[in-house]
């Protein structure tokens, strides 16, 4: 666990906490939902609190699915609270980091750095760390604030404990939400 804090200039990144994710309407939610929601919240208000940006991403998938733009499933999920400040980045592909305007917001906020949290683990978390590194940023992800679902072969507490032991290896800074908010 790291003994510094991220840079104040790296904003936090919400990755597809989108209602999908929390609704069970058309699937289960993600591991831990009401949990990884009041982790957000709390991330988030440290964020502003702190002066640092925030930025949603949503991913976007093709007509027809539960996370299609315009489909109940897509929006950011509302007990977030995002604020109309605060930008939404869509993508279509796990790596957040396709959306060349997201790496250009971050640049535009002065960042060498992001913190991450979000959905889903070994997707979509997984893909934009490796995209934030192709970008040259130095990556928190914070390590009890981002969930998945059950695999055929795996559960999500062992896909989430896996993945956080590989991005440490990946040299990803690892930070708990309690570290971060009451650091």
């Known amino acids: 666990m790291p003994k510094t804090a991220p840079s104040s200039a790296a904003p936090l990144i919400v990755i597809d906490l989108q209602t999908n994710m929390f609704d069970?309407?058309?699937?289960?939610?993600?591991?831990?939902?009401?949990?990884?929601?009041?982790?957000?919240?709390?991330?988030i208000g440290w964020a502003r609190r702190s002066g640092r940006k925030v930025a949603f991403?949503?991913?976007?998938?093709?007509?027809?699915?539960p996370l299609?733009?315009?489909?109940?499933?897509?929006?950011?999920?509302?007990?977030?609270?995002q604020t109309a400040d605060e930008p939404a980045f869509g993508k279509s592909v796990?790596?957040?980091?396709?959306?060349?305007?997201?790496a250009e917001w971050v640049a535009g906020q002065g960042a060498k750095g992001v913190v991450l949290l979000g959905a889903q683990t070994d997707f979509?978390?997984?893909?934009?760390?490796?995209?934030?590194?192709?970008?040259?940023?130095?990556?928190?992800v914070?390590?009890?604030?981002?969930?998945t679902l059950d695999s055929d072969k795996e559960?999500?507490?062992?896909?989430?404990a896996r993945h956080n032991e590989a991005f440490e290896g990946q040299g990803v800074r690892m930070a708990t939400t309690a570290e971060l908010v009451e650091g």
Request: aromatic content about 6%; hydrophobic content about 40%; proline content about 10%.
């Open 24 to 43: 069970g309407r058309f699937e289960p939610p993600i591991h831990d939902a009401d949990r990884i929601a009041e982790r957000a919240g709390r991330l």
């Open 57 to 65: 991403i949503r991913h976007d998938g093709p007509e027809g699915d």
């Open 68 to 81: 299609a733009p315009g489909a109940s499933g897509w929006p950011v999920w509302p007990q977030l609270g």
């Open 94 to 102: 796990g790596n957040a980091f396709s959306n060349p305007d997201l």
């Open 124 to 140: 979509c978390v997984a893909a934009t760390v490796k995209g934030a590194f192709a970008e040259g940023l130095g990556v928190t």
């Open 142 to 147: 914070v390590s009890d604030a981002h969930s």
């Open 155 to 160: 559960r999500a507490p062992d896909i989430i």
